[in-house]
């Protein structure tokens, strides 16, 4: 003969009307028996939502049809679950643990913190890896189509100089492997933000007419920017960049079935982000590997970095106070937005110094 099923005495409310009917709790097989004075109550044990077990209060259970059981001895409660074989989810056991609560929330954090440091820059570059270049292309062109409307105007530079400058860019270029030279164009502007050269997605590199001036035109420190700017397009930094910024906002996006808005704010988002540290080492490293090749002493690097740096240290001439002077600002304020990612951005520290001084391995 099966032994005894234990019994709990506990309250049972109808759900209905407010009184407490003083019951006796049995499991027996799958079920529930909810024994009154007059007549019984049986309920699957599955169907009823048991309570968590928690330190304090007392222990109540939902009944499917309204009705609640409450018990407020909490020690004969839990003896009554255990002999019963009502195990509780091991789940509700940890979280009484403070000590689990915290090492939970540690790890969290550990793992979030990885998946931003690690394992977004791993996804992006997985993804680029499988996007056709003509994705960059696109992306590169409306870029600069935005760009040229807000920023820029066409280079006064005579023609000659435009094709020098490609030409030794070019003839530096020539001595490296072709597959380590990704397709690229280089295009001059007039702009207001001074010496500075960048790369968008699919090749066009921007060099401003003040970046040529800065350095008298000598092509030497030219390639040396150029080489620096091409290091971005090789890696394909730019479509890394985007594809880490915009991971959240378009998983979102896809999320609620709104891509073209995400697709739209790609070229501002080019604007509004910056090449992460590791990238401007990879582009540095490639500036390096074009130089040596070319035979070009990299400390051309080093000149230019100085040139920026004197340059930065002269005062620009005040803004009047005009609707003129205004509009210059806002210029200059779009102009700061998109200088993330442009050479001037990231000038000398201590370790590109060294680096281009020959002191790297
Ligand atoms: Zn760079």
Same mark, same amino acid.
């Given at each position: 003969?099966?032994?005894?099923?234990?019994?709990? /005495?506990?309250?049972?409310?109808?759900?209905?009307?407010?009184?407490?009917?003083?019951?006796?709790?049995?499991?027996?097989?799958?079920?529930?028996?909810?024994?009154?004075?007059?007549?019984?109550?049986?309920?699957?044990?599955? =169907? *009823?939502?048991?309570?968590?077990?928690?330190?304090?209060?007392?222990?109540?259970?939902?009944?499917?049809?309204?009705?609640?059981?409450?018990?407020?001895?909490?020690?004969?409660?839990?003896?009554?679950?255990?002999?019963?074989?009502?195990?509780?989810?091991?789940? *509700?056991?940890?979280? &009484?643990?403070?000590?689990?609560?915290?090492?939970? *929330?540690?790890?969290?954090?550990?793992?979030?913190?990885?998946?931003?440091?690690?394992?977004?820059?791993?996804?992006?570059?997985?993804?680029?890896?499988?996007?056709?270049?003509?994705?960059?292309?696109?992306?590169?062109?409306?870029?600069?189509?935005?760009?040229?409307?807000?920023?820029? @105007?066409?280079?006064?530079?005579?023609?000659? &100089?435009?094709?020098?400058?490609?030409?030794?860019?070019?003839?530096?270029?020539?001595?490296?492997? +072709?597959?380590?030279?990704?397709?690229?164009?280089?295009?001059?502007?007039?702009?207001?933000?001074?010496?500075?050269?960048?790369?968008? +997605?699919?090749?066009?590199?921007?060099?401003?007419?003040?970046?040529?001036?800065? *350095?008298?035109?000598? !092509?030497?420190?030219?390639?040396?920017?150029?080489?620096?700017?091409?290091?971005?397009?090789?890696?394909?930094?730019?479509?890394?960049?985007?594809? =880490?910024?915009?991971?959240?906002?378009?998983? !979102?996006?896809?999320?609620?079935?709104?891509?073209?808005?995400?697709?739209?704010?790609?070229?501002?988002?080019?604007? =509004?982000?910056?090449?992460?540290? /590791?990238?401007?080492? @990879?582009?540095?490293?490639?500036?390096? /590997?074009?130089?040596?090749?070319?035979?070009?002493?990299?400390?051309?690097?080093?000149?230019?970095?100085?040139?920026?740096?004197?340059?930065?240290?002269?005062?620009?001439?005040?803004?009047?106070?005009?609707?003129?002077?205004?509009?210059?600002? /806002?210029?200059?304020?779009?102009?700061?937005?998109?200088?993330?990612?442009?050479?001037?951005?990231?000038?000398?520290?201590?370790?590109?110094?060294?680096?281009?001084?020959?002191?790297? +391995?």
């Amino acid at each position: 003969m099966a032994p005894m099923s234990p019994v709990l /005495q506990a309250t049972y409310f109808d759900g209905q009307s407010a009184l407490a009917r003083p019951v006796t709790l049995r499991i027996v097989g799958a079920d529930l028996h909810i024994c009154q004075a007059h007549g019984s109550l049986v309920v699957p044990v599955r =169907q *009823v939502r048991w309570p968590e077990r928690t330190r304090h209060g007392q222990r109540m259970a939902d009944l499917p049809d309204g009705g609640m059981l409450q018990c407020a001895d909490l020690a004969a409660w839990d003896a009554w679950c255990n002999a019963a074989g009502l195990r509780e989810p091991r789940l *509700v056991v940890l979280q &009484q643990s403070w000590r689990w609560v915290l090492a939970t *929330v540690l790890t969290l954090v550990l793992v979030l913190g990885a998946i931003y440091r690690w394992g977004l820059p791993m996804v992006a570059h997985a993804v680029v890896a499988q996007t056709p270049h003509t994705v960059d292309e696109a992306i590169g062109d409306s870029a600069l189509h935005a760009l040229d409307k807000a920023l820029m @105007e066409p280079s006064t530079l005579a023609s000659q &100089q435009q094709d020098a400058i490609r030409a030794a860019f070019a003839n530096a270029l020539s001595v490296l492997p +072709p597959d380590d030279v990704p397709r690229w164009n280089v295009q001059f502007r007039k702009s207001s933000i001074g010496p500075n050269a960048l790369a968008l +997605p699919g090749g066009t590199i921007l060099m401003t007419d003040d970046m040529v001036s800065l *350095v008298d035109g000598d !092509t030497e420190v030219l390639t040396a920017v150029l080489a620096h700017e091409l290091g971005h397009v090789k890696h394909r930094h730019g479509l890394r960049m985007l594809v =880490q910024v915009s991971a959240l906002g378009t998983m !979102t996006s896809l999320l609620l079935g709104d891509f073209s808005t995400a697709l739209a704010t790609l070229p501002a988002l080019v604007g =509004q982000a910056h090449y992460s540290r /590791q990238a401007e080492r @990879e582009a540095d490293a490639h500036a390096l /590997q074009v130089l040596r090749t070319a035979g070009i002493p990299p400390k051309a690097m080093v000149t230019l970095f100085a040139r920026l740096e004197a340059r930065r240290h002269s005062a620009p001439a005040p803004v009047p106070r005009d609707a003129a002077g205004e509009e210059a600002e /806002q210029r200059a304020a779009k102009a700061m937005a998109w200088l993330g990612i442009a050479f001037a951005s990231h000038p000398a520290d201590a370790e590109r110094i060294a680096f281009f001084s020959g002191n790297a +391995p």
